[in-house]
């Protein structure tokens, strides 16, 4: 079965800073999707990516595809405490129904 | 902006009694899935449901729980004897298609067997 392995695992970083969340997959990747989960609630949808190379961008938060390397970054550009969170990385299982999810980085915004 | 809903938001029930964890997925999603989250472990698929059938289903999913969409909106998801370990958040989705789309998730239930 497919295991999408994120790191790092947390990340605490000063406000206004930049930084990159990595999920990479032990199998082909046919689409990769961010979450964002604040504790204990639901999951938002943050970003879909398809193709390899593709690259999509919502306000602070840029998300890249590599198909070869099996690989999507997540990267936030001078982050602030709204960011703070666990941030998911999912993919399509095999069947196409559903998603399974990395283990979730989880990220603190400090003033 | 659509939502999926679920209820109850916490539920607190003994080892051994049924639970039924109810969700309204978006009115015009075809696909419908629950999923659980232990505390401090990954998000854990369990089921997908579509046409009125299970389309796949983990190896969580044992026969101690069912799903079921009794009247075209509610969607819900039924343990029959609960155990220590079924104690986790459950959070419902559902999408329009497959592959390649976005799904929805509720807030879950946070359910804790004692």
């Known amino acids: 079965s497919q295991e999408l392995e994120q790191s790092p695992q947390s990340l605490i970083v000063q406000e206004g800073k930049n930084l990159t969340i990595n999920c990479t997959s032990s199998?082909?990747?046919?689409?990769l999707y961010w979450y964002k989960q604040k504790y204990g609630e639901g999951l938002i949808f943050l970003m879909m990516?398809?193709?390899?190379?593709e690259e999509k961008s919502h306000e602070k938060i840029t998300a890249k595809l590599d198909e070869k390397k099996q690989q999507s970054s997540l990267h936030i550009t001078a982050s602030q405490p709204s960011h703070a969170g666990i941030y998911l990385c999912?993919?399509?299982?095999?069947?196409?129904?559903?998603?399974?999810f990395g283990k979730g980085t989880s990220l603190l915004v400090t003033p | 902006e659509p939502e999926v809903t679920q209820t109850p938001s916490h539920q607190v029930t003994q080892m051994g009694q049924e639970v039924i964890l109810r969700c309204v997925p978006i009115s015009n999603h075809l696909y419908f899935y629950w999923y659980r989250q232990i505390l401090g472990q990954k998000v854990e698929f369990l089921v997908s449901f579509y046409n009125n059938e299970i389309s796949e289903k983990s190896e969580i999913f044992d026969d101690q729980f069912s799903v079921e969409r009794p009247d075209g909106s509610n969607f819900t998801l039924k343990i029959r004897s609960t155990k220590l370990e079924d104690s986790a958040m459950y959070f419902c989705?559902?999408?329009?298609?497959?592959?390649?789309?976005?799904?929805?998730f509720g807030q879950g239930t946070r359910l804790t067997v004692v």
């Open positions: 999912g993919a399509d299982r095999n069947s196409g129904y559903a998603l399974n």
């Open positions: 199998k082909t990747l046919y689409g």
């Open positions: 990516l398809q193709k390899g190379g």
């Open positions: 989705a559902s999408t329009a298609g497959l592959r390649n789309t976005e799904a929805f």
